[in-house]
T-cell receptor
Framework: GQQLNQSPQSMFIQEGEDVSMNCTSS?????WLWYKQDPGEGPVLLIA?????ELTSNGRLTAQFGITRKDSFLNISASIPSDVGIYFC????????????FGPGTRLSVLP | NAGVTQTPKFRVLKTGQSMTLLCAQD?????MYWYRQDPGMGLRLIHY???????AKGEVPDGYNVSRLKKQNFLLGLESAAPSQTSVYFC???????????????FGNGTRLTVT
């Protein structure tokens, strides 16, 4: 079946640094979603992307829908301790439907 | 609004026992889903429902059953638990997708199930 790859798998950064992570696929997706999961909780939606090339921000977070429609990127600026968690991408490959495929996640640790 | 609420939060079963996980949402969403989350893997869809009284199989349905008797509730059942079903289970809900765009999923806080 379709798979999503996320890079990096994990990262350690200093507080205040910017963060970049990506999600790639071998097939085309029509919707990209980015979620954050804190320990012991469910994923929380950060950003939704619906058009190739779309760039959307949510506070210090910015995500882009790749032009090839096979990838998406998430950037976090000026990281803070509460950014710690696992970031998941999810793609929806169909023209119509809710058949989401989830990536394995990027684990972010922020060092004070 | 509570959003999506899952009960219980934790459960330990012996092999062969049965149990039901309850999911309730107060957002008037038509669609509901059950996913499992295992280390190093993305969330995998078990079953889903596009409306009251309807259910459908997802990617990994074997060993599970579901029911959607009321719009706001979606139950996940394990008839005879196996160690391979040790996982964290997430319920989610969403609006009906648009003609050209999917609707984001809203997740509960999960149920951690251990089968010994």
């Amino acid at each position: 079946g379709q798979q999503l790859n996320q890079s990096p798998q994990s990262m350690f950064i200093q507080e205040g640094e910017d963060v970049s992570m990506n999600c790639t696929s071998s097939s085309i997706f029509n919707t990209w979603l980015w979620y954050k999961q804190d320990p012991g909780e469910g994923p929380v939606l950060l950003i939704a992307l619906y058009k190739a090339g779309e760039l959307t921000s949510n506070g210090r977070l910015t995500a882009q829908f790749g032009i090839t429609r096979k990838d998406s990127f998430l950037n976090i600026s000026a990281s803070i301790p509460s950014d710690v968690g696992i970031y998941f991408c999810a793609g929806q490959p169909d023209n119509y439907g809710q058949n989401f495929v989830f990536g394995p996640g990027t684990r972010l640790s922020v060092l004070p | 609004n509570a959003g999506v609420t899952q009960t219980p939060k934790f459960r330990v079963l012996k092999t062969g026992q049965s149990m039901t996980l309850l999911c309730a949402q107060d957002m008037n969403h038509e669609y509901m889903y059950w996913y499992r989350q295992d280390p190093g893997m993305g969330l995998r869809l078990i079953h889903y429902s596009v409306g009251e009284g309807t259910t459908a199989k997802g990617e990994v349905p074997d060993g599970y059953n579901v029911s959607r008797l009321k719009k706001q509730n979606f139950l996940l059942g394990l008839e005879s638990a196996a160690p391979s079903q040790t996982s964290v289970y997430f319920c989610a809900s969403s609006l009906i997708p648009g003609r050209t765009r999917a609707s984001p999923l809203h997740f509960g806080n999960g149920t951690r199930l251990t089968v010994t």
